[in-house]
C-alpha cells in the first residue's frame, strides 16, 4: 500500500520548536555534518530537477540556523557551507582534527525504479568501540523521521563508503539517505521549504541526545 508523507502545519511545527529549544544538554558535543557532493558533483538528480547537492546543503544550513536558537547550541561545524566540491579525505581530515563527538554525512537516494521510496541509515562495516553508537544514533535518527514525516524504513545498513570508513575509528559516524529523488511524491516532498525544515528539525532533536 502506498504510504503518503505527512503534510506538517506551522502549529505542529512550533510545537516541536517549543520541544527542542527547551531541552538543555549536560555537556556540549561537538559534531561535523558532511553535507555531501557540492560544485561540479551534483548527486543525484530528482524526476522534478532539484539536485541532491542543493537539499543537502539546505538542510544542513537549515540545521545550523535551528541550533543557534537553543539555549545551549551544539557545536556543529559543516563539511561545506556553499556549492562547492570538497574531497571525501578532506572531510573526514575535518573531522579527526575538530575531535568530533558524531560525524553525520547527509544524502538523498535515486533509483532506477521509481516505485523506490524511503530513508536508508548507513554504518560502517568496520568493526570498532564506535560501532554499536553509530548504529543507535542511526536507528534513532530513521525512527524519528519516519514517524514525523512518514517515510518508509529500509533500515539501518551496513557499507564501505570511505567518509564513514576513514571517522568510525575516531568517532560514532552514520550517512543518512533522506528518501528518494527518483520517487515523484519523495522529490516533491523534499522540494517545499516546510520539509527541509521538518527534516532538519527532527535530525537536530536526535542530535542534543
Known amino acids: 500500500m502506498k504510504k503518503v508523507l505527512k ?7 512550533l510545537l516541536k520548536m517549543c520541544i527542542v529549544f527547551g531541552q538543555e544538554t549536560s555537556t556540549q558535543k561537538r559534531i561535523v555534518i558532511d553535507v555531501g557532493h557540492g560544485g561540479k558533483d551534483a548527486g543525484a538528480i530528482g524526476v522534478n530537477g ?4 542543493d537539499v543537502v546543503l539546505n538542510i544542513a544550513n537549515t540545521i545550523l540556523k535551528l541550533n543557534d536558537k537553543l539555549d545551549k547550541p551544539l557545536d556543529i561545524y559543516l563539511t561545506r557551507y556553499s556549492d562547492t566540491l570538497i574531497s571525501l579525505s578532506d ?3 575535518l ?12 544524502h538523498c537516494n535515486h533509483s532506477d525504479n521509481a516505485n523506490a521510496r524511503g530513508i536508508e541509515v548507513y554504518a ?3 568493526q570498532t ?6 548504529i543507535y544514533i542511526g ?9 514525523i514525516i512518514g517515510y518508509e524504513s529500509r533500515g539501518v545498513k551496513f557499507a564501505n563508503f570511505q567518509v564513514l570508513w576513514e571517522t568510525i575509528n575516531y568517532c560514532p559516524s552514520i550517512l543518512l539517505e533522506l528518501g ?3 520517487n515523484r511524491d519523495e522529490a516533491k516532498y523534499i522540494k517545499r521549504q516546510e520539509s527541509i525544515f521538518a527534516l532538519a528539525l527532527s535530525i537536530l532533536n536526535i542530535l542534543q541526545f
Not at 7 to 13: G, I, M, P, T
Not at 50 to 53: A, G, L, P, V
Not at 95 to 106: E, G, I, N, T
Not at 129 to 134: F, M, T, W
Request: with cysteine; hydrophobic share 45%.
Open 7 to 13: 503534510n506538517v502545519s506551522f502549529v505542529f511545527l
Open 50 to 53: 532539484i539536485q541532491e547537492k
Open 91 to 93: 572531510r573526514t581530515k
Open 95 to 106: 573531522a579527526k582534527a575538530l575531535k568530533a563527538d558524531l560525524f553525520v554525512s547527509l
Open 124 to 126: 560502517s562495516r568496520k
Open 129 to 134: 568501540n564506535y560501532l554499536k553508537e553509530s
Open 139 to 147: 536507528y534513532q535518527i530513521e525512527k524519528m523521521l519516519c514517524r
Open 180 to 182: 528518494f529523488l527518483s
